[in-house]
């Protein structure tokens, strides 16, 4: 069975651009959360997602967007990207909110 | 400040020996506790998990203790290979409601001695 997929694996943008990153949940899992980590620290809530709906907001600003489509892929989306942005970026699906998540390998984002 | 943390960030260990990694948490909400494993370049791999309501539980040569008294837990790992080097981060989740998402800790760096 395939595991959490996400794609890019590395992402290369310039200050200023926006950049969308994607994740494929476990099969049956409806749950997809975003995480991002900074290099040398652990990973930091951005979002979670249940039947298409947000459910939960970590403190990230509002340039940080997400949305969960009907088959339960998500879509991360960062605008006005800053060099603080570069992270790696991690998806992770669970099956419902608060239990069992899986993560993805994640993306690499550099922004320059 | 972090919720969730109290770590050696490097931890070295014979191959062979046993090791024990802690972990302190603060949010007495708090009931479901993760365990994960990450190498370089990968991203966390599910170790173990436990519930409030246990104190111990163990997996394949893993085994989390749980103290809510005084809000740690402990990842030991027994009979420690070359695959375990790798950070391992404690997380901690409101289970059912976890609408935060997982809290992590900055990790421990396990480095196997050959």
């Given at each position: 069975?395939?595991?959490?997929?996400?794609?890019?694996?590395?992402?290369?943008?310039?200050?200023?651009?926006?950049?969308?990153?994607?994740?494929?949940?476990?099969?049956?899992?409806?749950?997809?959360?975003w995480?991002?980590?900074?290099?040398?620290?652990?990973?930091?809530?951005?979002?979670?997602?249940?039947?298409?709906?947000?459910?939960?907001?970590?403190?990230?600003?509002?340039?940080?967007?997400?949305?969960?489509f009907?088959?339960?892929?998500?879509?991360?989306?960062?605008?006005?990207?800053?060099?603080?942005?570069?992270?790696?970026?991690?998806?992770?699906?669970?099956?419902?909110?608060?239990?069992?998540?899986?993560?993805?390998?994640?993306?690499?984002?550099?922004?320059? | 400040g972090?919720?969730?943390?109290?770590?050696?960030?490097?931890l070295?260990v014979?191959?062979?020996?046993?090791?024990?990694?802690?972990?302190?948490?603060?949010?007495?909400?708090?009931?479901?506790?993760?365990?994960?494993?990450?190498?370089?370049?990968?991203?966390?791999?599910?170790?173990?998990?436990?519930?409030?309501?246990?104190?111990?539980?163990?997996?394949?040569?893993?085994?989390?203790?749980?103290?809510?008294?005084?809000?740690?837990?402990?990842?030991q790992?027994?009979?420690?290979?070359?695959?375990d080097?790798?950070?391992?981060?404690?997380?901690?989740?409101?289970?059912?409601?976890?609408?935060?998402?997982?809290?992590?800790?900055?990790?421990?760096?396990?480095?196997?001695?050959?």
């Amino acid at each position: 069975d395939a595991g959490v997929t996400q794609s890019p694996t590395h992402l290369i943008k310039t200050r200023g651009q926006h950049v969308t990153l994607r994740c494929s949940p476990i099969s049956g899992h409806k749950s997809v959360s975003w995480y991002q980590q900074v290099l040398g620290q652990g990973p930091q809530f951005i979002f979670q997602y249940y039947e298409k709906e947000e459910r939960g907001r970590g403190n990230f600003p509002d340039r940080f967007s997400a949305r969960q489509f009907p088959n339960y892929s998500s879509e991360l989306n960062v605008n006005a990207l800053l060099l603080g942005d570069s992270a790696l970026y991690l998806c992770a699906s669970s099956l419902a909110v608060g239990v069992g998540y899986t993560f993805g390998s994640g993306t690499r984002l550099t922004v320059v | 400040g972090e919720s969730v943390g109290l770590h050696l960030p490097t931890l070295s260990v014979q191959e062979g020996d046993n090791s024990i990694i802690n972990c302190a948490y603060s949010n007495s909400a708090s009931d479901y506790f993760i365990w994960y494993k990450q190498e370089s370049g990968k991203g966390p791999q599910f170790i173990i998990d436990i519930r409030s309501n246990m104190d111990k539980r163990q997996g394949q040569r893993v085994t989390v203790l749980l103290n809510k008294t005084v809000k740690h837990l402990s990842l030991q790992i027994a009979a420690t290979q070359p695959g375990d080097s790798a950070v391992y981060f404690c997380a901690e989740n409101i289970s059912g409601g976890g609408a935060d998402g997982l809290t992590f800790g900055k990790g421990t760096h396990l480095i196997i001695q050959p």
